[in-house]
């Protein structure tokens, strides 16, 4: 059941689509409704906060993309999309601003949906173990109280009023190769050309920003891709998609047309003086469209024909929280402050002034109060809806597809996000490093992605930032070869992180042709997910709730129906622990065609796993069917499945088609 | 046996106390020998390296305080002292350069030590997964190839040949509160007073940088500590030491007698022109004593009497990597290049490029090309002997103290250090941060440490930098209860994090009680291990060499030759698996009078564990000393001690004294 109550007036998200009248608006009444549901909450008006009693065996998922466990409890969170490339556990916010929570005990389970899309701040057990705490900036929000038998009928509730999630085109479950960036085509063919050498699965190569003209949105660069539409037409003969990035910001420059049509028209986020802000990115100076305008969602939307027109069917949106290098009125204060730090003996006090006054240029908070947005007719400060920019710019291409588009699905996802956003693309986890502390991240933020319903989802497989090891890039597809998006991408300035870079490539060949003998399956639930509003990758508990241990679990989860995974995630590591709720069979893949299979019984077991094998568990009665692989996720087929199956399961399966 | 081989003409780092013939120097000969004894090693001499083969079941132990885990496979490793505040899996140094090796496989175990002040990389099958490849700056280096029966036979040669570690004052075993800083007597009295009140046992509360009038080294700012000698007396009357921080650099300041007879004497490293450099740390600019010169170490160490006339008896030097904020010519530069981005449209290149001029202005590395030293009589430009710089700072008070307190040990632990250094004084290990994986990264550092010779050693209890909270706190326990420095310590502008800022006091109270309790057996293991150069935290590997399973457990350590440690280092775990070599006795401590004991068999085992919970494991037919808390380990009493003993152990151990 879902309870609808109002505090204050807020900004209207779009982020519902089933209309639930409202309950209460009055802060004393409100508290006196949810104290009944959820015993001890306290509505604190004064401190513009929500209080909530947290008992000892209350677990706390959701808020989608953050850091640290599955488990929320003992950090502070913020709402506050944010373009950070250090995923720390310090952290409080990342790219996202995903407001669900889902709290459980083995008693009752209740979720909770604060939909307001400014600065909001979770303190889950932080301050006090045994409270959570929701402090809003300014105290107004659609407040969701979601109550249901366990955690599935919660999240199933919850994803009914946020409305369904989007599909990606199935390719999109292929293999897709990265960098910042392949620089010309004859870079682009010798990934495709390498790969294909290999023997490698192969659907997708990204174009990062390079392959722009100066970093310019809907244009090419011809000295690098003179052909562009051609060179889109050889790679799709050869099966791979191009996948170009757009970004947030649009280059100030004389001549360029999406800047001089988004001038004439006014398109552009303004300073409270009303001329059009300025602020840099890549190009260095660009204006921000404003997204939160349907008018100005549809004119951007339609840009992107530019790339749809020349055979481009997929892209992802990026440094849209949006990411801001410096504003230029904050530069040019900057410029003048440096002066009076020269010929000065800069101590601790003045030094680190200093260096933070060139430290603090990019993402400064100020800069998000130096503009204005135009939302459903009012002028409203940046801040106060920060975090439905991304969201909007997802949502003008969403849009556009449907209008261009009709009839073939196109692939979109984006960095940062809001709920509502996923019902227009996926998301990918951002700018991580390749740490071994980010395949456990990566594992653990999936489900509270799913929960908020963000179901295409994935993080860059062996790290973007920092240098990959091989056995680092091996043990990441214990858990990528089961995310929806299965991506390798890695920064500029890093170790070449390719597959075929690594000594041991035909290691890498046979888990990734596993992939592809998985796609079917792992389509098939990801549909089923979509469909009925469910989760395509599931924490133990949801399963498993009178279990004590497995409620704990924080690195395996169940993926559909039929399996759990449980990656190593430890350099050097020659196994892991794993706890098995029911007995399971084990398979320990090398390859689709090659693996073990050993039944276990319930309870602990250390789970020996050389570098090139995955771990996978089948569930009693349940069947994982197993495609025989081929190059590209298009030439698969279905009459060549094969069946594993544990316990009385019958050798089929109903396979979703796209 | 060690077997030494010198390439080319290294500078003596006086780190080997006893003198082993050379026994080749001609690089194809050091070959020969070297492949005789481990197959497969090549001297590069075009590539200034060596090259050492990997075997599958090789282990790669040592480097002392470094990321990741014990087994250094697959990373890349610089010996190259910094000051970096962010321990991250992706740094190549730390503060430390400790090139000490220890190679093991069930087969066979050699160690390495390349003795050379300068830079060192150690690829340790981070490019190849099957070569450890050894790079140096300058071809110039005393190699030592340590043979032996077993590990530990291994560490004992090497600690013979660097000499006897430092041992502190037993009073240094207890437990010390830092934070940056104390600003006054009053806020130090408080600590001691809101400790006292909880019940919580303390030796030491430590005096950071803000204790100085102006971060000038040897002097006590009168506003805060107006009557210092009386307020060291009245806290160690209440049975507190004070532990001022002495930073390497010396302010430049007419009138202030370090600076004025550093001067005179020409005691402070100069550039190439002979002037004496400029640097900045704390109080903006400082010159940087030549500790290398003997005559400079005895003049810097004789300030120290500074405070110990006061009553001081323990000291931290800090900043002696040496941390450079800036020096005076870079800054100079760095303005003059600021110039040319005013005004101009900065993208992705210049915006950079800019921000980067300032970024990179603290601990340069040009900046340690900018200043020489006095080296054995010959000037050597500083990044030639980096290394060295915050061991002789350590070495100069070590050698003071054996001078000015012949009687009377003195505490001394540094941050910086190098082989040698281990014989004047401890390190912590720098600033660390409140993250979980830090408590990982702890005990994951100590057993190396031990190898290299560093036995007293702890890291900041509870994270310096970044926000702790009240469990990240009590779960840190389950480590530093068990190192031989055991200290709280933050950064300014964080939480506070003292044990009675916590909701759950009493379980702190309990919890340091046992650490009390504990000393009598701890002290008494640690000094064995410095007097027989052996080890007081050991990895599971060197007791269980034919293990398999044990040889790669890595969050789990032997301390001294009763117990093991198990610590939970994940945020809302309830337990962890703890693998047992042999048959073991679980004390599952709340505090010294208050565990569960329960007799586990060999093999594999999930331990539930509270928050307030710490497991040892007492190992068979040995004996663990527990003493009856005190508030201060003066008053610890012999005749008090309980034994728990296991198996067919004598309730009996022999102590050592002070």
Redesign the interface.
Known sequence: MIRHFRIGSPIETESVVRQVAVEETEPGRIQEKLAQAVPGTKVLAADKALSFALGDGD?VYGLGETV??M?K????YQSNCSDDPYH???KHSLYAAQNFLLVTSKERSYGLYVDTPGLVTFDIG?T??GEMRIALEDFDAELYLVTGEDCREIVREFRELIGPSYIPPKWAFGFGQSRWSYMTEDEVREVADRYQEAGVPLDSIYLDIDYMER?KDFTVDPEKFPEFSDFVREMKERGIHLIPIIDAGVKIEEGYPVYEEGKEKGYFCKKEDGTDLVA??????VHFPDFLRPEVREWFGNWYSFLLDQGIDGFWNDMNEPAI??TEDH?NEV?EQ?ED??GK????Q??FE??G???T??NNPEDYRRFYHDCHGKKVRHDKVHNLFGYNMTRAAGEAFERLSPDKKILMFSRSSYIGMHRYGGIWTGDN?????HILLNLQQLPALNMCGFLYSGADTGGF???C????AMRWLGVSLFTPLFRNHAAMGTRRQEFYQF?RTQDFRRLIELRYALVPYLYSEFRKAAEKNGMYIEPLLFAYPQDE?AR?I?DQVLVGESIMIAPVY?????GR?V?LPEEMKLLRFRGWDDYDEEELGAG???VPARLNEVLVFLRKGKCLPLAKPAMHVSELREEEIRYLTYGDAAPEYTFYEE
Chains 1, 2 share one sequence.
Do not use: C, M
């Not at 840099?280 to 100076?285: D, E, K, L, M, S």
């Not at 003996?345 to 601790?348: M, Y």
């Not at 090891?469 to 680092?472: A, F, H, K, N, S």
């Open positions: 677990i640290r466990g488990n409890r003992g950090w502070l720390l556990e310090e932080y006090k173990q970093y840099a990115v890549w190009p260095g100076r290098f410096y530069l410029f440096i730090y020269k003996n800069l101590d601790i003045s030094f200093f260096k006054l060139v430290g240029l990019d490093r390749s740490w071994w502390s930032s920092a240098d090891t091989e056995d680092l000594e241990r704990g924080e430890v350099q050097n590591a020659a622990y706890y602990d077991h250390y």
